[in-house]
């Protein structure tokens, strides 16, 4: 029987460019529901740092991510 995927049984990852953008966008949201969660729990100028904060960690942790899986 003819094996239907393309891919012959070898493993390829994701485009880059994709994992990036990926990132991006769930950093976003990521930001946005800080941004309007957080200023009901903290004072605004804690929260709004840390939204900022959590932009960032998750950034860098996708960031990180896409690094070991694509080198």
Known sequence: MDNPLPHKGKYHAMNRLVLDATTVIA????????????PSVLPAPY??????????????????YIGQKTI
């Open 27 to 38: 950093s976003i949201i990521v930001l946005i529901v800080a941004v309007i969660v957080l």
């Open 47 to 64: 929260a709004y740092i840390t939204a900022i904060l959590l932009f960032i960690a998750c950034m860098s942790a996708g960031g990180f």
